[in-house]
């Protein structure tokens, strides 16, 4: 079954406001990475995060493994930071797979 | 930081033929991946490799694919013969160990005519 569910699936944004993007995880969890697709589809890595919260600019990456989610949160959004943003689960009971979300498209208008 | 590498960017190929897609990891990392995205769809897992050795492969990774990295060099993906259906992105990872950050290159579009 799908390990991984990342929300929402798209969402728009105007410049200078924040997102919030999710996943949640049925499964145990070793590590969480967060990934931007760049339009032509190259993978650009923004976060290893096997708990807690870890920032990165105007990023910030929190993995809660209680509560089974972890969380993209990017502030003061630009349009340049318009792309697809995936999250990847890394089992506890397999280190070696990793399963990723659907995606959410994130738009910012200007 | 740490670059995999992926050659060629992209390959077109008649349905039938064998292909092989060229990954050059991180210099000291021991563990490799294949992955797949078909255009517009989730990222897959296809198989991992570690000491000259399949560990672990999904149902995506049919009977035609076959992986190596020959006296560390490329760690390579071969399909033959390939078949409409193998048209993706395939995105070739490493990591130190086990239990560490995968770095993904920047994928080969593979296009089966």
């Known amino acids: 079954g799908q390990q991984v569910q990342q929300s929402p699936a798209s969402l728009v944004l105007q410049e200078g406001e924040n997102a919030e993007l999710q996943c949640n995880f049925s499964?145990?969890?070793?590590?969480m990475q967060w990934f931007y697709q760049r339009p032509g589809g190259s993978l650009v890595s923004l976060f290893y995060?096997?708990?807690g919260t870890k920032h990165s600019g105007r990023l910030t990456s929190t993995t809660v493994i209680k509560e089974r989610r972890s969380s993209l949160h990017i502030s003061s959004s630009q349009t340049t930071d318009s792309g697809t943003y995936l999250c990847?689960?890394?089992?506890?009971?397999?280190?070696?797979?990793?399963?990723f979300g659907s995606g959410t498209k994130l738009t910012v208008e200007p | 930081g740490p670059k995999v590498l992926q050659i060629p960017s992209h390959q077109i190929i008649d349905m039938g033929q064998m292909v092989t897609l060229n990954c050059d990891p991180v210099s000291n990392h021991l563990y490799f991946y294949w992955y797949k995205q078909i255009l517009g769809q989730q990222m897959e897992f296809l198989v991992n490799?570690?000491?000259?050795?399949?560990?672990?492969k999904s149902k995506l990774f049919k009977d035609q694919f076959s992986v190596e990295r020959p006296d560390g060099s490329y760690f390579t993906l071969k399909i033959q013969p390939t078949a409409l259906e193998d048209s993706a992105v395939y995105f070739c990872?490493?990591?130190?160990?086990?239990?560490?950050?995968?770095?993904f290159g920047p994928g080969t579009r593979l296009t089966v005519l």
């Open positions: 990847a689960l890394e089992p506890g009971s397999n280190y070696n797979v990793l399963y």
């Open positions: 990872a490493s990591s130190l160990l086990t239990n560490y950050e995968q770095y």
């Open positions: 995060n096997p708990s």
């Open positions: 499964t145990s969890l070793n590590s």
């Open positions: 490799f570690y000491n000259g050795k399949v560990m672990e």
